[in-house]
């Protein structure tokens, strides 16, 4: 308690603390960012990415942890000096959640949590790991938290394969922790949103509180169903449908292509379906009191399929709401001083890696 209380009264300054690389793994690959202190701000000095063969992770669950290890292995050999990292876990097998503790007092919040797992979790608690974040001030008093509680057996696998490969885990922590702390304010003023992280192969949705996700949940619909209709219908290379995905997508440039961006609409209205579903539901939640529990205010899009060219709008256009790409680099510089090596379409799928990185040093 002492030493905690001497941390808290005199932190380590940034630039002495230990540095760990922000590590994000995917069913399709492994990206990583390496920040580092200069003056007032942060500077990028290693990232990049190392595809996964097919099976080596499946929908989060890691299936191989010789291959994922010697995969960690390469990324390892160009963090430069770092040798510690921050990672994220599987939305896909986590459970999160919100609850009402009339006490701040970390054993009874424990006992809370566990008690509520029991009636939560499809999974005895004794096979679970779970954590928690205080949110804030409850209106009935004590506080609110958001949980996050994993089967052992997934984490452990993770846990096993960063070891392998000598990398030591600093943390661990669901994917939407890490994109909110890139993309919320600081002082966990940033209203309640919907965050909607689509990538190649599924969709994660998170509703943001403060900071912390309070809930979240995947579907399968990602880029890979874009990308097919655009080959299909242009009969073109999937380089070239990235690049009408990006350029065109829902707002044609061509009349000749109207086919094409009718198909993709199709596929975009199955994604825009998804996120209304989710925000209509807690946007409208109420409490006991007949107030709204969770007034979504803005919609975040990240991930490589956010950048579908139309999406913000057609998104906003089905809920009513803001819906908005972000700045992901938004902590680590300001523009005027920094440009990224990352570019603005690739920084949107770097954001988990990026708010990894993060960790520490906000």
Do not use: C
Not at 157 to 178: K, N, T
């Amino acid at each position: 308690m002492l030493s905690r209380t001497i941390a808290r009264l005199f932190p380590v300054p940034r630039y002495l603390s230990p540095h760990g690389a922000g590590i994000d793994i995917t069913d399709a690959s492994i990206k990583w960012v390496v920040l580092r202190p200069y003056g007032e701000h942060l500077r990028v000095t290693s990232w990049g990415e190392v595809k996964l063969e097919q099976g080596i992770v499946e929908s989060g669950t890691v299936k191989n942890v010789q291959a994922l290890s010697e995969a960690l292995v390469s990324v390892r050999k160009q963090l430069g000096t770092v040798r510690s990292a921050h990672a994220a876990l599987p939305e896909e097998g986590a459970f999160v959640f919100s609850m009402h503790t009339p006490t701040d007092t970390k054993s009874e919040i424990e006992s809370m949590i566990e008690f509520e797992l029991v009636g939560r979790v499809p999974v005895p608690v004794q096979q679970m790991v779970y954590d928690y974040d205080i949110i804030g001030d409850h209106p009935a008093g004590g506080v609110e938290i958001g949980v996050v509680a994993f089967p052992r057996e997934i984490v452990e696998d993770y846990v096993q394969a960063f070891a392998m490969a000598g990398i030591e885990l600093m943390s661990m922590e669901v994917e939407a922790r890490s994109i909110a702390r890139a993309v919320s304010d600081k002082d966990g003023s940033s209203p309640v949103s919907l965050l909607v992280d689509s990538g190649k192969s599924r969709t994660g949705f998170a509703i943001v509180k403060r900071g912390f996700p309070i809930f979240t949940s995947t579907v399968d619909v990602g880029g890979k169903d874009l990308t097919r209709v655009v080959v299909e219908t242009l009969n073109v290379s999937e380089d070239a449908a990235q690049v009408f995905k990006n350029e065109e997508g829902l707002v044609p440039k061509d009349p000749a292509k109207k086919k094409t961006t009718e198909a993709v609409a199709k596929v975009a209205e199955s994604l825009a379906a998804e996120v209304e579903r989710h925000y209509r539901f807690w946007d409208t939640r109420r409490n006991e009191h007949g107030e709204r529990a969770t007034p979504v205010e803005q919609v975040i899009l990240v991930g490589g399929s956010a950048n579908l060219m139309g999406l913000d709008d057609f998104i906003a256009g089905k809920v009513h709401a803001r819906t908005d790409r972000p700045n992901v680099w938004r902590h680590v510089a300001s523009f005027d001083d920094y440009i990224p090596p990352i570019n603005y379409r690739s920084s949107l799928q770097y954001v988990t890696a990026i708010g990894l990185a993060l960790r520490g040093m906000l």
